[in-house]
Nanobody, 122 residues
């Protein structure tokens, strides 16, 4: 079992930055692909970014490409999401997830955190 805990969310003005962290316990993250997803009120959970097990490959949703960066530090068993140039439409609960396959589909991920709220004011 892998337990994931997100942190770093909060309230920020449009154009600002936040860095989300996802700390794992129970098992090393190194074999897993990691993803960040988000869910706004009344909307389905959507893909944001993913990184493969080695960190060599990353992929992003078009809506965040060029603004968000996913990274991992396996020595710290932690994955990060650096979010720059935030927009009000980025407001959502952000979740990290671990899975054995490097994909963008939420149901292919096996382990999920509880989420952290990001609110971007205009």
């Amino acid at each position: 079992q892998v337990q994931l805990v997100e942190s770093g969310g909060g309230l920020v003005q449009a154009g600002g930055s936040l860095r989300l962290s996802c700390a794992a316990s129970g098992r090393t993250l190194s074999p897993y692909a990691m993803g960040w997803f988000r869910q706004a009120p009344g909307k389905e959970r959507e893909f944001v970014a993913a990184i493969n097990w080695s960190g060599a490959d990353t992929t992003y949703a078009d809506s965040v490409k060029g603004r968000f960066t996913i990274s991992r530090d396996d020595a710290k068993n932690t994955v990060y999401l650096q979010m720059n140039s935030l927009k009000p439409e980025d407001t959502a609960v952000y979740y990290c997830a671990a899975g054995v396959v490097f994909v963008v589909i939420p149901r292919r991920y096996d382990y999920w955190g509880q989420g952290t709220q990001v609110t971007v004011s205009s």
